[in-house]
């Protein structure tokens, strides 16, 4: 079945850049979505299908996606941006829905 | 507003049934799919299913297929997640989420249900 990987941790100072990548077999060739989950709370969608922001997401959230490697890209980053971020692949082949396994993203 | 609204959190001993669930407002429930996904301790989002409410066309996660019953009442806006016979394993926070029409994100999520299973 189809394996998509996260880095178990990214740290960023403030106001600096963070990016976290989200590896997979030909993954530009798929939708990719990525989950923002604060401690103790339930996710919340931060980018559907490669690069939309949904709306209420701050314009600092961005994200790409090519070749075998997505890309989530939060700008300008916050203390409050300090959360666990999981992206998503719905795998057409077998039709089923893949977790990366989430990247624990640290404010220095 | 889109809201999903699930049930309280639940402790139960091994070899126990428990349902769960997940009630829709905002929206046309049976127009959408609706998913279950797990989170153990510390750990990441698994996929575990997904029913179309309109018609209760269901599909499964290959490691969940056989442990768990999802199912949908479209009458009452409520979806389902079922045990026969609940493991310590399956102790663990499970939400449900809408995915989105024409996507397969998951664009609404529900408050979680905290699933505590110990003798």
């Known amino acids: 079945s189809y394996v998509v990987t996260q880095p178990p941790s990214v740290s960023v100072a403030p106001g600096q850049t963070a990016s976290i990548t989200c590896g997979g077999n030909?993954?530009?060739?798929?939708?990719v979505h990525w989950y923002q989950q604060k401690p103790g709370q339930a996710p919340v969608l931060v980018v559907q299908d490669d690069s939309i922001r949904p709306s209420g997401i701050p314009e600092r959230f961005s994200a790409s996606n090519s070749g075998n490697t997505a890309t989530l890209t939060i700008s300008r980053v916050e203390a409050g941006d300090e959360a666990d971020y999981s992206c998503?692949?719905?795998?057409?082949?077998?039709?089923?829905?893949?977790f990366g396994g989430g990247t624990k993203l640290t404010v220095l | 507003e889109v809201q999903l609204v699930q049930s309280g959190a639940e402790v139960k001993k091994p070899g126990e049934s428990l349902k769960i669930s997940c009630q829709g407002s905002?929206?046309?429930?049976?127009?959408?799919?609706i998913a279950w996904v797990r989170q153990m301790p510390g750990k990441g989002l698994e996929w575990m299913g997904t029913?179309?409410?309109?018609?209760?066309?269901?599909k499964y996660s290959p490691s969940f297929q056989g442990q768990v019953t999802i199912s949908a009442d479209k009458s009452i806006s409520t979806a389902y997640l079922q045990w026969s016979s609940l493991k310590a394993s399956d102790d663990a926070m499970y939400y449900c989420?809408?995915?989105?029409?024409?996507?397969?994100?998951?664009?609404?999520w529900g408050q979680g249900t905290q699933v505590t299973v110990s003798s």
């Open positions: 989420a809408r995915q989105g029409g024409g996507t397969s994100c998951f664009d609404y």
């Open positions: 029913i179309y409410v309109g018609d209760s066309d269901i």
């Open positions: 030909y993954i530009g060739s798929r939708s």
């Open positions: 905002g929206f046309i429930f049976s127009n959408y799919w």
């Open positions: 998503h692949v719905w795998d057409r082949f077998s039709d089923h829905m893949i």
